[in-house]
């Protein structure tokens, strides 16, 4: 079983700076994505971030410059440093884990990130 726990969340004012962390544990591919995506009261989840066993990133378009996203892979965590955050981007940040080998995805619990003065 994989398990997905993210830490890292709180309130920060607007402007400010919030490190996310996910610790992924269990069986899965090494030929994997691990990514972050985000959900908002009223509104689809969306994606952050990814980045794949290679090294690869890719950010929504809406963080680009301001987010980085970065990995551990000897242990299986993924990182979110976010810079200059907005008031919109208050919501629920979730940790997903994509398994290209039996193309599962796996979610963490999620992790409140508020922006606000």
């Known amino acids: 079983q994989v398990q997905l726990v993210e830490s890292g969340g709180g309130l920060v004012q607007p402007g400010g700076s919030l490190r996310l962390s996910c610790a992924a544990s269990?069986?899965?591919?090494?030929?994997?994505?691990m990514g972050w995506y985000r959900q908002a009261p009223g509104k689809e989840r969306e994606l952050v971030a990814t980045i794949i066993s290679g090294g690869s990133t890719n950010y929504a378009d809406s963080v680009q410059g301001r987010f980085t996203i970065s990995k551990d892979s000897a242990k299986n965590t993924v990182w979110l440093q976010m810079n200059s955050l907005k008031p919109d981007e208050t919501a629920v940040y979730y940790c997903?884990?994509?398994?290209?080998?039996?193309?599962?995805?796996?979610w963490g619990q999620g992790t409140q990130v508020t922006v606000s003065s």
């Open positions: 997903n884990l994509h398994d290209r080998v039996l193309n599962r995805d796996y």
């Open positions: 269990g069986r899965f591919s090494s030929v994997n994505v």
